[in-house]
């Protein structure tokens, strides 16, 4: 079974990522991200979409209009994971 | 300027919806829907944004796995008007 990361390990990792932060009230991060328009945003969505499913890990996110905002967690550790810091890495390498 | 729908034309337009119902913190209305999995989760999602740019009228939604809940407003009207209407008619038409 996966196990969370400890606080350390997390922050090491955050580190490395493109603001990317800790939720206060739950054992996750999070990003928003803003596109031009809708096109844009789901067309994002939809690359992100297609590796989550590869890596069979999803994201929890909202999308309104050209925002999206994306809650990763792991609820089989009940908190963040390598798994969350892969899927991350990859959001973050198909934006700016 | 498109206009809000008054409250009776709002409740007659829902009960010709299938199980939309209003919110109550604010003026929109909102269905959640239950899917096998991602993959059909997204899927749906798919074909509800196409629709939604061909309609030049978006939704605010949120997934999480094989969850997707959907909220419609109309910005412009600050409420509800039939362009929410027909969205939601329509995602009735490609779900049970």
Same mark, same amino acid.
């Given at each position: 079974m +996966?196990? /969370?990361l400890t606080s350390d390990e997390r922050l090491q990792q955050l580190a490395k990522l493109n603001r990317?932060?800790?939720v206060a009230e739950r054992d996750a991060i999070r990003r928003t991200f803003e596109f031009a328009d809708f096109n844009e945003a789901f067309g994002f969505m939809t690359r992100v979409? +297609? /590796?989550a499913q590869q890596m069979d890990h999803h994201p929890e996110w909202f999308n309104a209009y050209n925002k999206v905002d994306i809650t990763l967690s792991t609820h089989e550790a009940n908190g963040v994971t390598e798994r969350d810091i892969a899927l991350a890495a990859f959001i973050d390498s198909i934006t700016v």
């Amino acid at each position: 079974m +996966i196990q /969370k990361l400890t606080s350390d390990e997390r922050l090491q990792q955050l580190a490395k990522l493109n603001r990317w932060e800790s939720v206060a009230e739950r054992d996750a991060i999070r990003r928003t991200f803003e596109f031009a328009d809708f096109n844009e945003a789901f067309g994002f969505m939809t690359r992100v979409a +297609i /590796k989550a499913q590869q890596m069979d890990h999803h994201p929890e996110w909202f999308n309104a209009y050209n925002k999206v905002d994306i809650t990763l967690s792991t609820h089989e550790a009940n908190g963040v994971t390598e798994r969350d810091i892969a899927l991350a890495a990859f959001i973050d390498s198909i934006t700016v």
